[in-house]
C-alpha cells in the first residue's frame, strides 16, 4: 500500500472524526438547554399556580439523550487518536524512506 494512501486515510478517517465530535457536542448542548429550558417552565408553572392556588403537575420531560451523545463523544475520540496514529506512522515511515534513499 502506497504511503500517500494511507496518509490521506488516516486524514480522511481524522475529518471524520472531528465531525463526528462536532455533532456530539451539538447534541450535548441542544439536550442541555432543553433540560435548562424545562426547568424555567417548571419554575413558572409553580409560581403561576402558587398565586391562583391551581394544583401543579410535574411537567413531563423528554429523556435526555446526554448519555448516548456522551458514548459517541468518546467513540470519536478514540477514532481520531487512531487516525492521528496512522498518519503519524505514515510520516514516520516517510522520513526512514527519504533518509535510505539520501
Known amino acids: 500500500m502506497p504511503i500517500g494512501s494511507v496518509f490521506n486515510s488516516g486524514i480522511e478517517g481524522f475529518n471524520r472524526a472531528s465531525q ?3 455533532k456530539a457536542s451539538a447534541e ?7 433540560q435548562q429550558d424545562d426547568a424555567q417552565l417548571a419554575q413558572q ?3 403561576t399556580a402558587a398565586s391562583s392556588d391551581e394544583a401543579v403537575t410535574a ?7 446526554v448519555d448516548e451523545a456522551l ?3 468518546k467513540v470519536e ?8 496514529q ?3 506512522t505514515a510520516d514516520d515511515v516517510l522520513g526512514t524512506l527519504v533518509d535510505i534513499k539520501v
Open 20 to 22: 463526528g465530535i462536532e
Open 28 to 34: 450535548i448542548n441542544r439536550a442541555t438547554i432543553e
Open 45 to 47: 408553572r409553580q409560581l
Open 59 to 65: 411537567p413531563v420531560a423528554q429523556p435526555a439523550k
Open 71 to 73: 458514548v459517541n463523544l
Open 77 to 84: 475520540e478514540f477514532n481520531a487518536k487512531a487516525n492521528t
Open 86 to 88: 496512522s498518519i503519524q
